[in-house]
């Protein structure tokens, strides 16, 4: 671990900062194969904190794990027109198997709704098979342009729940569930305050009737679309013939829905919280809680410091925690080393908190002398807890702050054209795909989502002053 | 659900036995592509169980997780000689990234041992950064001809380990220390007995110095090897670079290991245990632990007894339980159900038990009434968890006495073939490759490990009669 470079300034040069950091962090890497990326130990074990995090949620709202192919025939992804014409541009296939030409080339799954409803259709028959409520862990491809480490990588790592119901409004019902699974996620656990709403026509996801969106407002005010939730109508049970026997003995298609959150929910966590210094990674998921640095500048000293060091690490064995006896680096490195990978909290011990049975407690949420408090090692673990969830609830307020500080509401479309390079916008739209295509033209912002929070009225449209009835969020996004 | 069917007969038909059982009972399912299975929930949750109880094992001996990308270049695979012919036949390759032909082929990974090989030519520069002790769970594709469920399949989901070391003892240490790992889940969790040894030159992994395995007998007698250590000396450092400054400041190569364990397990728990009935699953890996039947015929039973189910159901809530209250289906149907399931204990509960506070227990592992008890209601979560416990126990004492009923010492190479169509041999072997391919030219057999537990001696070699120093199994094998 060589952290000796500094990282370049988070508000002179965001997106450089954030490159730098993956790398530097170690979270994750680039790999040989152009636009592939390695997630390191430390960013797969975010993954796994996250992944536990939302596999709990799901089981408690009914869901079980399957796992499905890898390679899909390329025809089952012709089957629903929307989705073929969304995905197509994107697909890296299979043409050689075993050292001869594949009669049908396969494509490696983009996504899973097609292979998925063609394994749905064998296995429905009746309503009693109704509801099935199957999430996939797993990889998917999709042959990006542009990428960057966790925002857009051509594999990248993710869930997709896919279930069927007998109604319409079953399946609505669980598409806003799983939307409001993620935003409790987002919110509790990562600390990332996010706003639920319904994505235009024009960004919905390809085959969908309706889409939902958590969208998440990073630190240089740009969007990023944290999960989505799709309400698939009949469209792929049409396509794959998922047909069940209802409860009149009458043969009813099915209705569907799936919904996704990956790995770039690790981008979203790093670009909401992280500061010059580096990460800061929400306690609740955090793959190191509290780092412990002792602290000692002969033998002497180091036997008594490190006997206390020890001893409290076992007392904070409820809590992820890490001692760091490296010797080849000073302390101050340790410090900086810790900072950068953003655990929320450090414990430093040297001889005078021996001698006063003290410990010194340092926030990485508060910069300097502001996060920094001396307090007995008597009820050590007790305040660690309290001051967890104090930097959990901290970061997620800054950044609730933030958002609502960058979130306007412009008089006319200039001015939306002028916010919008700062920030987001909240303004009545008349849901023409002509005014949403002039705005991304002229600011290349899009649509972010039909929030749920803002009630229906009557506005008239910021792009072209016809009327309208509902406010959406226009912002740059990643 | 629908399991009227009755399975074919384990004993006249093996192999029909495990197909249509593993669709039964609904573990997996056939893909629409040609040697590609679906996972299905039931499966899943086992597979799950096993990720869960290995992967505890690896943590304790020190290791992390992380994600190495799915398309490898196919250049890598060419650096290791054995490696690339051990592994180009059954490649499958894509050709097309997002509508245009890639420049260089990628091959969808079979092993990572290259992409992995690369990566840590690059992260480690100095003895201070090894060992490094990387897993990663994920899923690998093998061009296989001949296809059958969990057993060999185009995709299967896998763990593969892959560490780097800054001498070769460590390295082999590693390699035995996991092939220990892996002896002790299959035997405490699994309760599936195997034999650690070393397999032969000919048997070896592409690429390997010396591989290790752990082999185990299924119910038909056939070998399964159930998971393998390499130590693969300094074979890929070479190829790709792994080098690091050593404590002399000189340059030196790494040494690495790999090993995997595959949902090909998830055929050797099926074939281990199960019998006419159906599926036989290890208290410790079961999905479900405890099936509770409640019985009752009229209105009138039925609140008492659910009441009485809903109790008891919470007081095993230590336990993986669940209560079937299908009412479309009879008691007697559900018995059949869950036993071809393969759930180690079923608890009944009728108006008579309500009345005299007991509970009717069933035990997966003894036919009939010899498995069947009626015992106190109070007292019952003791009760349950020294059952299970003894049902594990029972389970593996079996499978190793019927290892061992089948395990032959044959007196001459006629006695050889004749053994190997109805068990294992185990005899002394000169170790060339000409006695090796004899036997299997002339029964199929093959070696299948120098055991671990073998001492050393002097013997004559079973097939040609010469010197022979090592004993070794001979089996026919999946």
Known sequence: MTTTEKLPSRSENFSEWYNQLVLKAELADYAPVRGCMVVRPYGWTLWENIQQALDRRFKETGHVNAAFPLLIPMSFLEKEKEHVEGFSPELAVVTIGGGEKLEEPLVVRPTSETIIGYMYSKWIKSYRDLPVLINQ?????????????FLRTLEFYWQEGHTAHATAQEAQEETLRMLNVYADFAINDAAVPVVRGQKSEREKFAGAVHSYTIEA????????????????????????????????????????????????????????????????????LAPIQVIIVPIFKSDAEQGPVMEAVERIRKELGAFRVKVDDRAEVTPGFKFNDWEMRGVPLRIEIGPKDVAQNTVALARRDL???????????????????????????????????FRKANTYDPQDYAELIEVVQKGW???????????????????????????????????????CGKPAHRKVYFARAY
């Open 367 to 401: 910069p300097g002398k502001a996060g920094k408090s001396f307090v007995p090692q008597e009820g050590l673990a007790a305040r660690v807890a309290e001051t967890l969830e104090t930097i959990q609830n901290s970061l997620f307020e800054r950044a609730l702050a």
């Open 137 to 149: 862990w797993g990889n998917v491809v999709r042959w990006e342009m542009r990428t960057r480490l």
């Open 217 to 284: 407002m990073m630190g240089d005010t740009r969007a990023l679309q944290a999960g989505t939730s799709h309400f698939l109508g009949q469209n792929f049970a049409k396509a794959f013939g998922i047909q069940f026997l209802d409860w009149n003995n009458e043969l009813q298609y099915a209705w569907t829905t799936s919904w996704g959150l990956s790995t770039r929910f690790i981008g979203a966590i790093i670009m909401t919280h992280g500061d010059d210094q580096g990460l800061i990674l929400p306690p609740k």
């Open 425 to 463: 916008a909240l303004s009545w739209w008349c849901e023409s795909d002509e005014c949403e295509a002039r705005v991304k033209e002229d600011s290349k912002a899009t649509t972010r989502c039909i929030p749920f929070d803002e009630p229906d009225g009557e506005g008239k449209c910021i792009v």
